[in-house]
């Protein structure tokens, strides 16, 4: 009896989600944490707390804190742009070519 070959085999993980119809939101959400994880790194870095950082921002304690939440509700390029300026950094998005 031949042994049935598994239909994933050789496939990549992101081929796997395009096809279940996840890579969309699992992109979403990697984004979400990358950008998180940079914001928290450059305020760590730079010593800003949450407090300062929210000034800088023009915004509330708890708004900052929704960014930081990789899990949190999406948010908007202009609030994005506001953070990065407020750790000395400026926003880039690139479109990239899919395969």
Known sequence: MAKKRNPHEGSTVESWLEEEGFLEEATEKAIREVIAW???????RRRISKVDMARRMATSRSQL?????????????????????AVGKRLKIDLIETS
Request: glycine share 8%; net charge positive.
């Open 38 to 44: 940079q914001l928290a790194r450059e305020m760590k």
């Open 65 to 85: 804190d929704r960014l930081l939440d990789p899990k949190g509700p999406s948010v908007t390029l202009g609030t994005l742009a506001k953070a990065a300026r």
